[in-house]
């Protein structure tokens, strides 16, 4: 799209944008009738000061800074965010609701990354990743999450939401953008614990376990509201997207 390839390249317009992105957010909450499900362990740990890994779909990060508060989350909340420009305007957009940033890919594994993820998690705090996220495939988790559960022996929280009203949008999440005066539904799944010892074969079947457990959570409550429900991608996606990303001279994973 050349008018936000225009946007991103200006820090005024970015910022516009942000406010724009977090007034739309405000919005689509207090407009619309939201419910939560599954909330019941997060709150019990994060009263008792536990910290966990909150995993996510890429394409439902829009609404996450209202389901973090509604947990009760007191402690820090701290998201994992790309470093390039897309990443800048969620990060500046999620900081409007009290949601910090830690710069780096789930998917890419930084060392710096890593290093952000565990400092906040042995502090007490709370971070949110989305195991398919910069750039996907979509809704296929990457090992990075896995191995930051492992290290710090936290439990892993899948977490989607859904809403009525909605736009799927072209994009390679398929990112979902509710509409004001919906009905929504914030929901958890049972966490995910990956123990310290697993070995190479161990962690591939904690991914997919983690993976899986995802998928049918985020389709299960769009299927309760009647909605299409989005597939992962398919074989021959990963490759279009790194096509698509040579072409607007980005650099793929």
Request: proline share 7%; aromatic share 8%.
């Amino acid at each position: 799209m050349k008018w936000y390839k225009g946007i991103v390249k200006s820090a005024q317009a970015r910022a516009t944008l942000c406010h724009l992105a977090a007034f739309y957010i405000r919005l689509v909450r207090h407009t619309g009738k939201w419910q939560q499900k599954g909330t019941d362990l997060p709150r019990q740990m994060m009263a008792e000061g536990k910290p966990f890994i909150v995993a996510f779909w890429h394409q439902r990060l829009l609404m996450m800074p209202y389901t973090w508060q509604a947990v009760g989350g007191d402690a820090p909340f701290n998201m994992l965010i790309s470093a390039h420009r897309d990443g800048e305007i969620i990060s500046r957009t999620i900081g409007h609701f009290g949601v910090h940033t830690i710069a780096g890919s789930s998917s890419n594994g930084g060392a710096n990354a890593l290093r952000g993820i565990l400092k906040s998690l042995k502090a007490g705090e709370v971070v949110g990743m989305t195991p398919d996220g910069p750039r996907g495939p979509r809704m296929h988790a990457s090992g990075g999450v896995i191995s930051a559960a492992r290290i710090s022996g936290v439990p892993i929280f899948p977490l989607t939401y859904s809403a009525s009203r909605r736009r799927v949008m072209r994009s390679w999440d398929r990112f979902v953008l509710p509409f004001p005066f919906s009905r929504g539904v914030f929901a958890w799944g049972e966490p995910i614990y990956v123990p310290k010892d697993l070995d190479n074969e161990g962690m591939e079947a904690k991914r997919q376990e983690l993976e899986t457990s995802m998928v049918a959570l985020t389709q299960k409550h769009d299927r309760e509201f009647d909605l299409d429900v989005i597939e992962p991608a398919g074989p021959d996606e990963p490759v279009k997207q790194k096509r698509a990303a040579r072409e607007a001279g980005e650099t793929p994973r």
